[in-house]
């Protein structure tokens, strides 16, 4: 019954913007820590940005800081996660995902995810 469906991916330019939504279903979002990841080919899948069910406070990995901000609205179940100032190297199948509890920004503390979505940053 959990879900969690990734949308707004594409092509853009380098320097371009993109806003990625994770509707999520089957649970009440607020009760969860949530975070956004991404798999480029080849590599591992890395945590980009991550917040806390708690507080609200948020962890941004340094490729990314100051050009990606993760947002929820608890009201509508949703997750997002605006990326400005797009460059090559964040090329990659982005993916949404939630934790009960979680003590990092790594795929291994979360539980449930979505099916992702490419998000694809070229000239």
């Known amino acids: 019954q959990v879900q969690l469906v990734e949308s707004g991916g594409g092509l853009v330019q380098p320097g371009g913007s993109l806003r990625l939504s994770c509707a999520a279903s089957?649970?009440?979002?607020?009760?969860?820590?949530i975070g956004w990841f991404r798999q480029a080919p080849g590599k591992e899948r890395e945590g980009v940005s991550c917040?806390?069910?708690?507080?609200?406070?948020?962890f941004y990995a340094d490729p990314v800081k100051g050009r990606f901000t993760i947002s929820r609205d608890n009201a509508k179940n949703t997750v997002y996660l605006q990326m400005n100032s797009l460059k090559p190297e964040d090329t990659a199948v982005y993916y949404c995902a939630i934790a009960d509890i979680s003590n990092s920004c790594e795929s291994w503390d979360y539980e449930y995810w979505g099916q992702g979505t490419q998000v694809t940053v070229s000239s």
């Open positions: 089957g649970f009440t979002l607020k009760y969860y820590d």
């Open positions: 917040m806390s069910k708690s507080d609200g406070s948020t």
